[in-house]
């Protein structure tokens, strides 16, 4: 809660701030400050024996400080960890005045402001390696007090600054006071460097395509909605960059991909973001049989780089990333764990087979809602190890070629870990014909109350209409795979900003505006 009156410490703060000021010290210089090394760095290579880390500069936030009279000893952390420093009066303060150790250490510097430090790395008597001080300069003076974070003797934290919503909302507090948050990011990062690795390799080229779009396609779900005031015309957040990527493939680009921001109006919970990141490939001259293939590989591939095997703790479960998953259709899949077959069920049967279920649906749920709703309560819980479920009806699919063995269903998969989906990739349709009809399709759901169901876009069946290769394509979300990839159990936690509910603000005691 952000709060308008000061509090006690914060008042203590700016009248340091001010005093700094008095003394003619800049408690925010513009100058370089000649950082030469990290903690991270000192602290693995120094070798007393050696003698290097003679001439150190390093820059950090003070997190401890102990004051003992004429020295003291503090800690600072920088962007690699912490480090141990050693501040000595008369090292820092060679001269007659001893302000700068007096008073601006000892009294007007508080825990996280940010200092420079530039001195040698020495062992102390206790045996822990510090840095000796020679020259101390204030860098940002920090207004705001940071939240302690406590460990007892057995390094278990306490006290410490973990509630999801300041958490959140506070992500720069977070980072700051529990460093280990970081090394999700520094994860998430990594994976996308594999990923890229792995499309480079194989051919393809990485391109950008529209966010704000005419026609929110590719994907059944429900947009926000602008207005471009030139064109003076509704603009849509994309909710896919599928149709985009399909138009490249009809120009002859034979495998594109991009890492894209995607937007839907939906509900917010632990696996879901209104603002998500999903990675589309499209590769040309492939069908969905070749994707499974690619996927599982590449999966392994990222386990590997990341922990050194394919096997991965997802909270209880350790998970195994190991190429060779197992493929499951989906109407066997619900045969097999809810016990009923739906081949063939037109929409009323599937209705009251989802009452005798006890599933529930909507009036404008049409027959591909009505068995992904049936899949949803009853199979995907199941579905712990990586299972690709494959061969999705017709009405489950409008963008999916169809199944070449039998026209009701489609070359579709979806890979589900945890329970929960990780990608989606089909043999794409690429008949314009049966492309508009399935537009159609998904016009008249919409007509029937269905505000997720696809727009019309004539100018991809435009496009389909000059002739786009056979092709397969996939979309996985990064922030879901980098929650399997490093054990985290909410979205929230490999966003760096997740979307909040507006703050509350304190305007006058007892009264509170959004």
Request: charged content about 25%; overall charge negative; aromatic content about 10%.
């Amino acid at each position: 809660m952000a709060n308008i009156e000061l509090s006690e410490q914060e008042i203590l703060r700016r009248e340091s701030l001010a005093k700094l000021r008095e003394l003619g010290i800049d408690p925010y210089p513009a100058a370089l400050y000649p950082v030469n090394t990290d903690t991270k760095a000192v602290l693995a290579g120094y070798d007393p024996e050696k003698g290097n880390f003679q001439d150190v500069c390093l820059a950090g936030r003070i997190m401890s400080r102990r004051i003992m009279g004429a020295a003291s000893f503090g800690e600072i952390q920088d962007a690699a960890g912490r480090i141990q420093v050693y501040v000595k009066r008369d090292e820092i303060c060679p001269g007659e005045d001893k302000t700068l150790y007096n008073t601006v250490w000892k009294k007007l510097l508080d825990i996280g402001d940010i200092i420079g430090v530039k001195g040698y790395a020495f062992i102390t008597q206790t045996g822990q390696l510090s840095i000796h001080v020679k020259e101390l300069t204030l860098l940002s003076k920090s207004l705001k007090v940071l939240p302690i974070v406590k460990t007892d003797a057995d390094g278990k934290v306490y006290d410490g600054f973990s509630d999801p919503e300041l958490r959140y909302r506070q992500r720069y507090v977070d980072l700051i006071v529990n460093p280990q948050v970081k090394d999700v990011f520094v994860q998430r990062a990594r994976i996308v460097a594999t990923m890229r690795e792995y499309f480079n390799a194989a051919g393809c080229l990485e391109v950008e395509t529209p966010i704000l779009q005419s026609i929110p396609g590719g994907a059944t779900a429900r947009p926000f909605i602008t207005h471009h005031n030139a064109l003076d015309i509704p603009l849509y957040l994309r909710i896919a960059n599928e149709l985009y990527l399909k138009r490249l493939i009809v120009g002859g680009f034979n495998g594109v991909y991009e890492f894209a921001k995607d937007f839907r109006n939906e509900g917010m919970d632990k696996t879901h973001n209104p603002e998500f990141t999903c990675m589309e490939i499209y590769v040309a001259y492939k069908d969905y049989i070749w994707m499974m293939e690619f996927v599982e590989h590449m999966l392994e591939k990222i386990a590997t780089t990341l922990h050194g095997t394919t096997k991965v703790q997802i909270g209880d479960v350790e998970v195994d990333f190991r190429a060779g998953y197992r493929r499951l259709p989906i109407l066997e899949a619900i045969k097999e764990y809810a016990g009923v077959d739906v081949a063939g069920m037109d929409q009323e049967q599937l209705r009251a087979t989802c009452t005798k279920l006890g599933v529930e649906f909507t009036p404008s749920m049409g027959v591909g809602k009505l068995i992904d709703a049936i899949f949803g309560e009853y199979c995907e819980k199941h579905l712990v190890q990586p299972t690709f479920v494959t061969d999705y009806p017709v009405e489950m699919s409008p963008l999916t070629k169809r199944h070449r063995e039998n026209p009701a269903l489609t070359e579709r998969f979806e890979l589900f870990v945890c329970g929960k989906e990780l990608c989606n990739a089909y043999s794409e349709l690429n008949d314009p014909i049966d492309q508009l009809e399935r537009f159609e399709e998904q016009a008249a759901l919409k007509s029937h109350g269905d505000d997720e169901a696809m727009f019309i876009d004539y100018d991809f069946v435009r496009a389909l209409e000059y002739g786009m290769p056979p092709t397969s394509g996939l979309g996985m979300g990064i922030d879901r795979l980098t929650m399997f990839m490093t054990g985290q159990t909410t979205i929230q936690d490999v966003l760096f900003f997740p979307q909040m509910r507006p703050e509350k603000t304190v305007r006058k005691e007892g009264e509170t505006e959004e």
